[in-house]
C-alpha cells in the first residue's frame, strides 16, 4: 500500500533558550549542515556556537511564534490537513528536526499498512542542508525500522510549472495595489563548498557569471542554478522588465563565503539607488518561518526604512493556499496512480 510523507525543517518546542538549544545542537550537528569532520564541528557548535545562539535566536522566535506554535510547523501542519482531505492515500508529516520526528511518520504510515512511501521534501531547490539529510535520515530509518519499506522520492521542483505558476500568482496576487519599484527574490543562502560538493561533475560550478546558465547534467543538485532558474521562470511568467527584479541570499553565518550577493546588504543599499518600495518573496520556503518573518518582514523592512526606503512589502509563502495545496495533491495523485514507483518521472509529476 501507497503513503506519502512530507518533510519539512522543524523548529524548537518553544521560543526559549532552553527549548532553542537541544534543537540548534541537532541542527547544526548535522554534518550536512555544518560539513567538517565530527570533532572540529563538536568544538565550533558546542564550543562556540550553543554559547550565545540560542538566547539571541530564541528572541527572535520569541517575536514570531503564535499561540497554536512555530509558524513553520503550524502551517505545515494546516497544509498536511488540507493536502489529506485531497487524495486518496495516508499521508504523514514530520521535521527533520524536532518534531513530530521522522521516524513518528515513517511509524504512523507504518502502522496503517503502507510499505511504499512518496518522501516528499518541501524545499522547492535541491540543497544538501535540507533534502540531502531528510533522505539520508529517513533511509537510515527504513534500514533500522521498516526494512520491507520502499521509498520514491519527490525531486526539487523549482521548475515544475504548476509550482512556478502558484508562485507567481500568490506574487501576482499580493503586489496589487502595491506600486513596487524593485522585486526582490530572496533565497536562503549556503555555502559555497556546499555548490562544490554537489557537483556530480566535480568541474561545473564555478559560482561565477555563467556557470549556472550553461546547462550541465550538475544543475539536478545545484541549488543555486536552482534559485536562479526559480527567478527566471517566475519574472517571464509576470511579466516584469529586466532591472525591475533581483535575486540575492539570506540567513548567513559567520565564517564560510557563503552565496552572494547577500540580502542585508543589497537591501540596505537600495534607498540610495532609488528603490523606495520595495517587495521581498522568499522562494525557497514553501512556508512562512523564522527566515522570513523575522529576518525578511521585521529586519530587513526596519534596516530598508533606516536607510531610507519608504515601503517594505513582504511576500507570504505558499503556505496552506489552496492552489498550492491542489498542485501537491495532484502530484501526489499521479505518483499513486501510476504503476511503477520506482522514480517519480518529474514530467508526470505535472501531468
Ligand atoms: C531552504 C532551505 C534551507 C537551507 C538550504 C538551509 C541551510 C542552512 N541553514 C543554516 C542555519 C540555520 N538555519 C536556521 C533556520 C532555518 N533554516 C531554514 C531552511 C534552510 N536552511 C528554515 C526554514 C529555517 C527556519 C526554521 C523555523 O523554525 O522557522 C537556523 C535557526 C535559527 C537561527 O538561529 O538563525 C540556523 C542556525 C545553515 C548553517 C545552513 C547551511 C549550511
Ligand atoms: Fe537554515
Ligand atoms: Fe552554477
Known sequence: MKGVLLVNLGSPESPTPK???????????????????????????????LQTRPKKSAAAYAK??????????????RMHAKVKQL?????????????????????????K???????????????????????????????????????????????????????????????????????LFSYHGIPERHI?????????????????STPSPAHEFCYRHQCYETTKQVVKLLGIPEGKYSQTFQSRLAGDKWLTPYTDVEVNKMPEKGIKKLAVVTPAFVSDCLETLEEIAMEANHEFKAHGGEEFLAI???????????????????????????????EKMNA
Open 19 to 49: 527549548d532553542v538549544k537541544p534543537y540548534l545542537d541537532e541542527f547544526l550537528m548535522d554534518k550536512y549542515v555544518i560539513d567538517v569532520p565530527f570533532l572540529l564541528r563538536a568544538l565550533l557548535v558546542r564550543g562556540i556556537i
Open 64 to 77: 514570531i511564534w503564535w499561540d497554536e506554535g512555530s509558524p513553520l510547523v503550524v502551517i505545515s501542519k
Open 87 to 111: 487524495v486518496d492515500v495516508p499521508v504523514s508529516l514530520a521535521m527533520r528536526y524536532g518534531n513530530p520526528s521522522l521516524l513518528s511518520g515513517l511509524q504512523e504510515l507504518h502502522d
Open 113 to 183: 499498512g503502507v510499505n511504499e512511501v512518496l518522501l516528499f521534501p518541501l524545499y522547492p531547490q535541491h540543497a544538501m542542508a535540507s533534502t540531502t539529510t531528510i533522505l539520508e535520515l529517513a533511509e537510515d530509518l527504513r534500514k533500522k525500522h521498516f526494512p520491507e519499506m520502499k521509498f520514491t522520492i519527490v525531486p526539487a521542483f523549482y521548475n515544475k510549472p504548476d509550482y512556478i505558476k502558484n508562485l507567481a500568482d500568490s506574487i501576482k496576487c499580493h503586489l496589487e495595489g502595491f506600486d513596487y519599484d524593485h522585486l
Open 196 to 212: 562544490r560538493k554537489t557537483d556530480i561533475t566535480k568541474s561545473h560550478c564555478k559560482i561565477d557569471g555563467s556557470c549556472c
Open 316 to 346: 507570504p509563502c505558499l503556505n496552506d493556499s489552496d492552489d498550492w495545496c491542489k498542485t501537491v495533491s495532484n502530484w501526489i495523485t499521479n505518483w499513486s496512480n501510476a504503476s511503477s514507483t520506482v522514480k517519480v518521472d518529474s
